[in-house]
């Protein structure tokens, strides 16, 4: 397994796309903290960037990938690897090209701003943090809907419709049912409602360490309290190790059985 | 010679029988405050030394100047009141006020002026004290340089810092308020002023209006109170430069307005508050320069505000910048600053070419509903704004900035 991530890593490292996204981080940071000149405003915009664009691109960077090199999937298949290490080794390729993209990227320019002295750094950290799990988890989802899917244009759309349902249907279904049910007490349905988007999770949890907790009023004290203790930012952080870990036995369990 | 000797005893008679001066210290024969009193004349100076008095009740009956010299320690031994003043004309300089008794019943305060008129009090430090300053039916005063140290925990066994009662024409100012419940509280009282003070970390409010006209409180700050300045009930009250930051919570704001009518707020910086200004029944109000400043909510309006105007504010990055809970408007938006303004100038005259719509959907969504709150900064809010923006629906249509500023506004 650990040959072919490191030859899928390699060749993605080499490949233009990597590079290409690589640049647009390292541009958007300096660009951000030229114009913002404030360590703390640049995290709130890099973090509205982070959560539309991040699952995007592994979603279609992950299919992509795949459907790319499937002729070379096929051959690695005629040789006698455990299957679950040829499409793990991919995954895990394609899931830290990308994070190493996006943590340099964005790393690099607020590094040489003088994060290290800067009190952001917990709320950059936490940034990065998620960024890296967001990738992992949409690589995942799409390596998810590519095995699944022989069919190219099928398998792309599906990937679209994923991204689109988590970053902005999902969030318009919630809203709709929070202000349907207003007469009734929501935070307990918020806050699992949170919970069940990776997308939805991420957002929240770097909102409430932005300190923006006061705004949400008497729901925001009822998350503060929750997402503000360690227990909260534990179960949070297991919950997106959990939307990391179900698509990959997904990923095991369908190449397995799956049919070339 | 003889005439010399008698030129000054007359000037001695003259001046031991008009304004004497009584020293009070340990070791003198007088070593009471209360003694002192008791002796002195009316127009009397007594003069407090350096020292720890252990005293409670003093009643100050007669017309008098009592200053302390470095700071002399009144200690009241949280057993009631400790200074009452009940005739005009006192003078309290200098003096060190601690202990003072916590009451159910009574309003023990450090020191208490009852219907008089003209007194000063000046350069008083307060600790430990239940209520501070507190002026009931009296008139022209003034209440200049204290400071006032509070530890209130709890709202409901703690006292106010300064608190006027049916009190006119009293002046209030370069005090420091810290730790107590209302910083600067006042109800029935009239023509007052209060200038240049700080309140700070109060449990309640930095400044409290009740029932109170025609006030003007101008160049104080205000900061990281429990809920910030609330002015209720009253009329044509002048709020002018002052600063309101950090009241920042679940519950709190800068200002609270609650049936306020006539006011003039000009000049005022909101920063960093939960929400800046929360107007309720209040009309006719004119709000001009001020700076709204990376608050959460820079106006909410819960409504019956009729007839106010905004004109030529900043309003740089808030979350939300206008929060209407109804779809009637009768307030006056023109010529403010907004940093959220997407439009364009064409001829650069410095006015935006196309209107500002300050009320996004979502503020309306979340007044609805508060717990919709936690989809902030999510796209799909971003999307139903923009199409809000394009055609307004929910959000009053006449409620619009037809003029505004391209460039921040400067005064």
Redesign the interface.
């Known amino acids: 397994m650990l040959k072919i991530l490191k030859y899928s890593f390699y060749d993605l490292i080499r490949s233009r796309w990597s590079y290409v996204y690589f640049a647009f981080y390292l541009l958007l940071g300096i660009v951000l903290l030229f114009l913002n000149n404030d360590l703390s405003k640049a995290v709130i915009t890099l973090m509205n960037v982070i959560i539309v664009l991040v699952p995007l691109i592994g979603t279609i960077f992950g299919v992509m990938y795949y459907y790319n090199s499937k002729e070379f999937t096929e051959l690695l298949l005629a040789q006698p690897l455990k299957r679950s290490s040829i499409f793990l080794g991919q995954y895990l390729g394609v899931a830290l090209s990308l994070s190493m993209s996006l943590i340099l990227g964005l790393g690099i320019p607020f590094v040489f701003y003088g994060l290290f002295e800067s009190s952001a750094i917990w709320d950059f950290s936490l940034l990065l943090i998620t960024g890296t799990f967001l990738t992992l988890i949409f690589t995942a989802l799409a390596f998810n809907i590519a095995l699944s899917n022989e069919n190219k244009i099928k398998g792309f759309g599906y990937a679209i419709l994923l991204w689109l349902f988590l970053a902005v249907i999902y969030d318009g279904l919630f809203l709709m049912t929070l202000i349907m049910f207003e007469d009734y007490p929501l935070d307990k349905v918020s806050l699992v409602g949170t919970m069940l988007n990776p997308i939805d999770l991420s957002r929240t949890l770097i909102l409430l360490k932005l300190d923006i907790s006061a705004l949400l009023g008497y729901t925001g004290a009822v998350f503060k309290e929750f997402f503000g203790t360690n227990f909260g930012l534990i179960v949070s952080f297991t919950m997106l190790i959990v939307w990391v870990i179900l698509p990959v036995l997904r990923i095991v369990f369908k190449s397995k059985r799956k049919d070339f | 010679m003889n005439k010399l000797f008698v030129f000054l005893a007359v000037i001695l008679l003259v001046q031991t029988s008009y304004a004497q001066n009584i020293e009070v210290c340990n070791t003198c024969p007088t070593s009471s405050l209360k003694d002192a009193i008791i002796q002195a004349k009316d127009f009397d100076t007594i003069t407090v030394k350096k020292g720890t008095y252990k005293e409670y009740d003093i009643i100050i009956d007669k017309p008098l100047t009592i200053i302390g010299e470095d700071y002399p320690v009144i200690d009241g031994e949280l057993k009631g009141e400790i200074i009452t003043i009940i005739s005009d004309n006192v003078t309290v300089d200098g003096l060190f006020i601690i202990n003072v008794g916590t009451s159910y019943t009574e309003d023990y305060a450090a020191i208490r002026v009852r219907k008089s008129k003209n007194f000063v009090i000046q350069n008083l430090v307060l600790e430990k004290l239940f209520f501070g300053i507190y002026i009931e039916k009296s008139s022209y005063g003034k209440v200049y340089h204290n400071k006032i140290i509070g530890d209130a925990v709890e709202e409901y066994n703690s006292g106010n810092g300064i608190q006027l009662w049916y009190s006119n024409h009293i002046k209030i100012e370069h005090n420091y308020v810290e730790h107590v419940r209302d910083g600067i509280y006042l109800e029935f009282s009239d023509d007052c002023l209060i200038k240049n003070n700080v309140s700070a970390e109060n449990l309640r409010y930095g400044l409290h209006f009740m029932f109170s006209n025609d006030d003007v409180y101008q160049d104080n700050t205000f900061e990281n109170n429990g809920a910030g300045v609330a002015v209720m009930f009253s009329k044509k009250i002048k709020m002018l430069n002052n600063i309101f930051k950090e009241n ?5 704001y800068g200002m609270l307005l609650k049936e306020i009518n006539d006011a003039e707020i000009i000049g005022n910086t909101f920063e960093e508050n ?1 929400i800046a200004i929360n107007i309720e029944g209040s009309n006719r109000i004119v709000y001009k320069n001020n700076n709204f400043v990376n608050n ?2 820079a106006i909410k309006v819960r409504g019956a505000c009729y007839t106010n105007s905004f004109v030529e504010n900043n309003f740089l990055y808030n ?1 939300f910048d206008i929060s209407y809970n109804s779809k009637i408007n009768d307030n006056v938006f023109d010529r403010n600053y907004w940093s959220n303004y997407t439009g364009y100038d064409l001829d650069k005259d410095g006015v935006g070419d196309v209107p500002y719509r300050p009320v996004k959907l979502f503020s309306y ?1 979340v007044n ?14 971003d ?1 139903i704004d923009f199409s809000e923006k394009v055609s307004p629906v929910f959000t009053p249509d006449n409620l619009m900035d037809n003029n505004p500023s391209i460039k921040k506004i400067t005064w």
Request: glycine share 8%; no cysteine.
């Open positions: 920042w919570g679940t519950a709190s939960t959460g909510w979350s969504i609805r509903t508060p717990e919709t709150i936690i989809l902030l900064r999510s796209m799909f809010i999307i």
